[in-house]
């Protein structure tokens, strides 16, 4: 998982801070629970913060119960005890994503790597057997919109409009399932955090990439050479990173969702700049750190 869907952890006050960290260790939980304890490997921020967001828009206010971290018994951990079927989606999503993304890799690997992903492919594959008997409408949406996507690479696009678009159709689809009321408001704030992930996430592969030789819209749109972007290319970047983020917070309070809304818009104002800001300079932060 991409792992850039944070919060601005100094923004929130304790009790949200101690909330999303609370949601954040039952994913955990829940995930070793429903699929194994090495689908915990699979947990990120951002299936976090779809959990954030079904709860949001559900209206439901979680409940919590003190434990222990499995790994670290020292530390003491809250788990949610009243959302059972908001994480039934989201663990089913995280493994449905993790099995299209292992076979995506394998595509796009070279040989070693390829070897490596191979390896992974009937653990991921057995986990998302699981996950369909529960969901297999979610799989299906997935697998099409991700399909859909290979093929958009395939074209070389230059276009990060039309390279972006299947993602974030996918996490729309995904962030809207299941609900009936502010269907499209909701789809189209997962569109747009969805775009945003998928052009962060180029914007953080174009070395790799270059190395690989593998697709990347912005190495297309500029004719890069290096992983140095010229100026005028970055503030074009830039500018459409924040054209995406500024939709996604205006679809999102379009919904009127008011539970749980002050750390939605923590990660979507704060968070989601960071992160960026983090990938323009060059440095990353530890996925597991909170």
């Given at each position: ?25 039952t ?8 699929y ?29 119960k ?14 949610c005890?009243?959302a ?16 299209y ?11 070693f ?34 399909e ?21 159709d ?24 969805g ?5 962060i ?7 790799k ?58 990660i ?18 530890n996925?597991?750190?909170?």
């Open positions: 998982m991409f792992g850039y869907v944070r919060t601005d952890k100094g923004e929130l006050k304790v009790r949200e801070y101690e909330l999303y960290r609370g949601l954040y260790c994913l955990c939980n829940q995930l070793s629970k429903r194994g304890v090495f689908s915990r490997f699979i947990l990120s921020y951002d299936m976090t913060f779809l959990a954030l967001v079904r709860l949001c828009e559900k209206g439901v206010l979680p409940s919590f003190g434990g222990r971290c499995p790994f670290n018994p020292t530390k003491r951990c809250n788990y005890t009243n059972d079927d908001e994480y039934s989606f989201v663990c089913a999503a995280a493994i449905f994503m993790f099995y993304k292992v076979k995506d890799n394998i595509n796009d690997s070279r040989f790597k390829k070897i490596l992903f191979y390896l992974l492919l009937p653990f991921a594959a057995i986990k998302r057997r699981k996950a369909k008997k529960l969901f297999p409408e979610l799989d299906e949406l997935i697998g099409k919109c991700l859909k996507q290979r093929e958009t690479e395939k074209s070389a696009t230059s276009s990060p409009d039309e390279a972006a678009h299947n993602s974030a996918a996490l729309g689809k995904i962030f809207s399932e299941g609900f009936v009321e502010k269907k499209s408001e909701i789809y189209r704030f997962g569109y747009f955090v775009r945003w992930v998928y052009l996430d180029a914007l953080d592969d174009i070395e990439d270059l190395k690989n030789r593998s697709f990347n819209v912005f190495v297309n749109k500029y004719s890069l050479k290096s992983k140095t972007l010229p100026e005028e290319a970055k503030h074009e970047i830039i500018s459409t990173l924040n054209q995406s983020s500024a939709e996604a917070v205006r679809a999102f309070r379009s919904t009127d969702c008011k539970t749980l809304s002050e750390i939605i818009e923590n979507l104002c704060g968070g989601m700049y960071h992160s960026a800001e983090n990938v323009l300079k060059g440095t990353k932060r996925e597991r750190s909170l």
